[in-house]
């Protein structure tokens, strides 16, 4: 089939939605299909649609169902169209209506959803192949944040959380991800002058940010909107325990039993929880097998095989 995938990020941007289109693209041409990345449908035909982002791709989405109505149109749900734009955008709105398909990237994505529409969603999550693990330091306890500095990743709440842990504690914070605007770059280069542990790089290449995650000994999410994070499914492949904001989308992908959770923007439970994590090897050993356990629903195989299925569904439909 050729198939128009939209996202609303270009590879400029190499974020979460534009690596979920990257690996998309690859699935689908591994399988056959011919498919065409773009940030805006530029009109040639195809024969299915996969767009992601029903707000920031509705244009592409609207006039997709205007020319060719009876064409497979696919919409892949993003964190802040889940939990936000579905709500409150008319567009958004709009969008599943005209979908024929919706995609959520984690278990718990259905629950937002009218059920005329959770019948025709499917839960494909995202994926990362195997990161080999590196010598961890002994010397310090390496804790990773990764994600650009913006709203609704609460990027400041570990750093903060480092102000509550006992003075002999071993934790050194690293985040990786780029300021989206002026102010966040001031308050982060502020809290990095006055909270030792926690270190601001910026952005760096994915490769780096790879590399950090293989040697580090916990992985920290502290969003209070997602809709299935790849920094997760990254965490997990590396083999790298998480600790978690407790709101849908992250229970989504690491089960409503995770023991890692803590409560959204409480910087005090979550210092707790760091500090369990460093000297309690149990809850850390605890962690860590329940990561292994989700680690199965987030490799690359079965992202391809559940995308190639949600596109195999519509490849004998005349269009």
């Not at 498919?35 to 982002?53: T, Y």
């Not at 005329?116 to 693990?133: C, E």
């Not at 270190?199 to 580090?216: D, E, F, I, M, Y």
């Not at 923007?265 to 356990?293: I, Y």
């Amino acid at each position: 089939m050729r198939i128009a995938l939209i996202t609303p990020y270009g590879r400029e941007h190499r974020n979460g939605n534009w690596h979920t289109a990257a690996r998309y693209a690859r699935f689908l041409r591994d399988a056959g299909h011919t498919v065409r990345v773009q940030v805006e449908w530029d009109g040639r035909p195809a024969d299915l649609m996969l767009a992601l982002h029903a707000r920031r791709s509705f244009a592409s989405i609207r006039a997709f169902a205007g020319r060719f109505p009876s064409r497979p149109l696919i919409v892949t749900l993003t964190g802040t169209d889940l939990y936000r734009d579905i709500h409150e955008d008319a567009d958004a709105r709009q969008a599943l209506e005209l979908a024929h398909r919706i995609i959520v990237l984690q278990d718990r994505g259905p629950d937002e959803l009218a059920p005329h529409l959770a019948a025709k969603t499917r839960v494909i999550y995202q994926s990362s192949p195997d990161i080999p693990r590196r010598p961890t330091s002994s010397e310090t306890f390496e804790v990773l944040v990764i994600g650009h500095l913006r709203e609704e990743k609460d990027p400041f709440r570990v750093a903060l959380a480092t102000a509550y842990l006992p003075e002999h504690s071993r934790i050194q914070v690293t985040h990786l991800g780029s300021a989206l605007s002026g102010d966040m770059a001031e308050t982060a280069e502020m809290a990095q002058a006055k909270l030792p542990r926690w270190h601001w790089l910026g952005q760096v290449p994915h490769k780096t940010v790879l590399k950090h995650l293989s040697r580090a000994h916990l992985m920290v999410i502290s969003s209070v909107m997602e809709g299935g994070a790849n920094v997760i499914c990254e965490a997990l492949a590396a083999d790298v325990p998480v600790l978690a904001s407790r709101m849908p989308g992250n229970i989504g992908m690491l089960g409503e039993d995770y023991p890692g959770y803590f409560p959204v923007g409480d910087e005090r439970q979550l210092a707790e929880l760091l500090a369990m994590a460093e000297n309690d090897a149990v809850f850390h050993a605890a962690l860590a097998s329940h990561a292994r356990a989700r680690r199965g629903l987030m490799r690359p195989e079965q992202e391809a095989s559940r995308l190639r299925q949600a596109v195999a569904e519509f490849e004998q439909i005349p269009a």
